[in-house]
T-cell receptor, first 112, second 113 residues
């Protein structure tokens, strides 16, 4: 049971480049989430998805784009990376009707 | 708006009890959670409590909820060095977006041998 995986685990990119962070879950959970973790801010919600083709903005969506063409995948794209997007990004998922949210291992992104 | 606050740091000796505190603001929260994050890892769900409960015990973990004061605590009995980690509390409001969590900033627990 692979659970929820993220790739890459580490990424260094330059300002202005487009970068996509991948999230894949094997549980067929309906709900998926993207968070960023920064010192002093805990985790903040970027985007979430209730099902395939249904996505919505969270607390800090500016500069990010998501898609969800398949239930199991929820990629997060930084269209033009900025230094302020240097962070650790976590993907999470929740089954329908559950109150438990499960997290992936995270992707550490550095924008130079 | 929602806001969850935690103290930044707690240091205890091995074998002592640890108490990590959290305050939240949204009185309509459905569930309140405790997550553990070890260095370089994702968040691990430790336990959660429904908002109409006062206490939940799970082995060495005891969660206390004071809904009137919007105060949540996590007590770890017989704290071990392996408990050293960052602990996050979170509140949730279940809506059509599923279970949306708002996290505190995390409390770093250091356990001294």
């Amino acid at each position: 049971d692979a659970g929820i995986t993220q790739s890459p685990r580490y990424k260094i990119t330059e300002t202005g480049r487009q970068v996509t962070l991948m999230c894949h879950q094997t549980w067929s959970h309906s709900y998926m989430f993207w968070y960023r973790q920064d010192l002093g801010h805990g985790l903040r919600l970027i985007y979430y998805s209730a099902a395939a083709d249904i996505t919505d903005k969270g607390e800090v969506p500016d500069g990010y784009v998501v898609s969800r063409s398949k239930t199991e995948n929820f990629p997060l794209t930084l269209e033009s990376a900025t230094r302020s997007q240097t962070s650790v990004y976590f993907c999470a998922s929740t089954p329908t009707g559950s109150y438990e949210q499960y997290f992936g291992p995270g992707t550490r992104l550095t924008v130079t | 708006g929602e806001d969850v606050e935690q103290s930044l740091f707690l240091s205890v000796r091995e074998g002592d009890s640890s108490v990590i505190n959290c305050t939240y603001t949204d009185s309509s929260s459905t569930y309140l959670y405790w997550y553990k994050q070890e260095p370089g890892a994702g968040l691990q769900l430790l336990t959660y409590i429904f908002s109409n409960m006062d206490m939940k015990q799970d082995q060495r973990l005891t969660v206390l909820l004071n809904k009137k004061d919007k105060h949540l605590s996590l007590r770890i009995a017989d704290t071990q060095t392996g408990d050293s980690a960052i602990y996050f509390c979170a509140e949730s409001l279940y809506n059509n977006a599923g279970n949306m969590l708002t996290f505190g900033g995390g409390t770093r627990l250091m356990v001294k041998p």
